[in-house]
């Protein structure tokens, strides 16, 4: 079904699944994803959304701020958003610390950048059980 709205046949790519519940206030900024994806889905699962503007993402013009965007995402419950990587595909949300879950698939190129972003997702959690967030 993705391959077919997102116009890309994405069965050769490897997909990594990523879980997150706490959103701190560094998180979101201004950014293009790496070239190593080559999709992202974001499905949310926040029951309801209190905040106008903090948290919310948004698809935007360029990596200078989050004023003008083009669109901007609820992050309620069932909300999905799917976009191709691209060198313009700018995006982030402003700032927000706290509860913020989401469930982000990611199709990358190959599965050494499939292991690759394994093995930092498992430091990452390792560090944080450590030091905490």
Known sequence: VMSERMGLDLHPYPRLTTIRKISQAKDGRSHTDGTAKVM???V????????????????????????????EVPPTMGTMFAFLRADNSWHGHPPFAGE???????WVK??????RKKRRNSMAQFFKG????
């Open 110 to 115: 190959d599965e050494a950048e499939l292991a």
């Open 44 to 71: 949310y699962m926040n029951d309801a959304w209190q905040d106008q503007g903090a948290g919310r993402l948004r698809v935007l013009y360029g990596p200078d701020g989050f004023e003008p965007y083009k669109l």
């Open 100 to 106: 913020r879950r989401v469930v982000q698939v990611a």
């Open 130 to 133: 450590i030091f905490g967030r």
């Open 40 to 42: 992202t889905l974001l």
